[in-house]
């Protein structure tokens, strides 16, 4: 038995919760990863794992054991790194989860310079604005606006979003400028509803202006999950939308959305990385956060911030 390749066949078992889908992402057998597995636990005379037809569950010495595995597979693959090239450019598969627009609007185009100055580094990038499983679906890191959500991740703040509202002309033409936010939440105006994933519920924006303090719902026609799709609805004249200035600028350049309340501010919404606490940061998901951090101060600069303005 290949002591290190049962081990890792033994974490991947955990953390998919799947002999199949382990063998899947270790490119391995089913029948080969079960066979590294249960020689692993006649070797510590320990059993890891609760199988039944339906799932896999962890013992309780299973998730002690797993802990040290993860770290020492960490130390493992960080020794095989300051030993060869990929100390100067790290190399390996990297999975990674990022809202849709980020992704086609500032990721997708920037990854090229990574790519070239990590040439060893294979990106797969879920693209999406749904909550993820980091362990389940075996993540490395997510980048997420607004609350990180689940407080057992470790989460960077790596920008901060400016927001705006926004409507287009067409839209405008045919119910008229609302002259105050709350105006959106009676007809003829409307919204395009903006779905939380984690809740189903359509996200409001809180807007001030002096002294005044409004949160505005609205009333919508359409919600959408999605940030590309909200940005389309809205664009297409359904109704008036939040957005952070990335994604609004080169609509505004092109005269398809035009600003509201310009008087107003919206405070800025920021914008996360997570990870699992057991995950080990090793070379190729840090040089990723510091590439995220660096086109993040280009794009959503950190500023003083004291919470996001959407909210279910």
Same mark, same amino acid.
């Given at each position: 038995?290949?002591?290190?390749?049962?081990?890792?066949?033994?974490?991947?078992?955990?953390?998919?919760?799947?002999?199949?889908?382990?063998?899947?992402?270790?490119?391995?057998?089913?029948?080969?990863?079960?066979?590294?597995?249960?020689?692993?636990?006649?070797?510590?005379?320990?059993?890891?794992?609760?199988?039944?037809?339906?799932?896999?569950?962890?013992?309780?010495?299973?998730?002690?054991?797993?802990?040290?595995?993860?770290?020492?597979? /960490?130390?493992?693959? =960080?020794?095989?790194?300051?030993?060869?090239? /990929?100390?100067? @450019?790290?190399?390996?598969?990297?999975?990674?989860?990022?809202?849709?627009?980020?992704?086609?609007?500032?990721?997708?185009?920037?990854?090229?310079?990574?790519?070239?100055?990590?040439?060893?580094?294979?990106?797969?990038?879920?693209?999406?604005?749904?909550?993820?499983?980091?362990? =389940?679906?075996?993540?490395?890191?997510?980048?997420?606006?607004?609350?990180?959500? =689940?407080?057992?991740?470790?989460?960077?703040? @790596?920008?901060?979003?400016?927001?705006?509202?926004?409507?287009?002309?067409?839209?405008?033409?045919?119910?008229?400028?609302?002259?105050?936010?709350?105006?959106?939440?009676?007809?003829?105006?409307?919204?395009?509803?903006?779905?939380?994933?984690?809740?189903?519920?359509?996200?409001?924006?809180?807007?001030?202006?002096?002294?005044?303090?409004?949160? @505005?719902?609205?009333?919508?026609?359409?919600?959408?999950?999605?940030?590309?799709?909200?940005?389309?609805?809205?664009?297409?004249?359904?109704?008036?939308?939040?957005?952070?200035?990335?994604?609004?600028?080169?609509?505004?350049?092109?005269?398809?959305?035009?600003?509201?309340?310009?008087?107003?501010?919206?405070?800025?919404?920021?914008?996360?990385?997570?990870?699992?606490?057991?995950?080990?940061?090793?070379?190729?998901?840090?040089?990723?956060? =510091?590439?995220?951090?660096?086109?993040?101060?280009?794009?959503?600069?950190?500023?003083?911030?004291?919470?996001?303005?959407?909210?279910?």
């Amino acid at each position: 038995m290949d002591r290190f390749d049962a081990m890792l066949a033994f974490a991947r078992v955990v953390e998919t919760r799947s002999f199949t889908q382990a063998a899947q992402t270790l490119h391995m057998s089913k029948t080969t990863v079960t066979q590294l597995v249960q020689q692993l636990e006649a070797r510590l005379r320990v059993k890891l794992l609760n199988r039944t037809t339906r799932k896999v569950n962890v013992t309780a010495d299973g998730a002690a054991y797993y802990e040290r595995v993860v770290r020492l597979l /960490a130390d493992m693959d =960080d020794a095989e790194t300051s030993l060869t090239r /990929a100390s100067a @450019v790290p190399r390996g598969r990297l999975r990674v989860d990022v809202p849709s627009p980020l992704a086609r609007m500032i990721l997708a185009p920037a990854f090229p310079a990574f790519h070239a100055r990590y040439p060893d580094i294979q990106v797969h990038m879920g693209v999406s604005d749904r909550v993820v499983d980091l362990i =389940d679906e075996n993540v490395d890191c997510v980048v997420r606006g607004g609350d990180p959500g =689940d407080p057992s991740l470790v989460a960077r703040h @790596v920008g901060d979003l400016a927001i705006g509202l926004y409507a287009a002309p067409a839209y405008l033409a045919r119910v008229g400028r609302p002259v105050h936010p709350k105006d959106l939440e009676a007809a003829p105006h409307q919204i395009v509803g903006f779905l939380r994933s984690s809740t189903g519920r359509i996200l409001s924006c809180a807007l001030q202006r002096g002294e005044e303090h409004v949160q @505005v719902l609205g009333r919508y026609a359409i919600a959408m999950d999605d940030g590309n799709a909200y940005l389309a609805a809205g664009v297409a004249g359904l109704g008036a939308l939040w957005l952070p200035h990335y994604m609004a600028a080169p609509h505004l350049a092109r005269g398809e959305l035009v600003p509201l309340f310009e008087d107003w501010s919206i405070a800025p919404m920021p914008l996360y990385l997570a990870f699992p606490p057991n995950r080990h940061v090793g070379a190729r998901l840090r040089v990723f956060i =510091d590439w995220v951090v660096e086109l993040m101060a280009i794009h959503a600069p950190l500023g003083k911030t004291r919470g996001h303005p959407l909210s279910s």
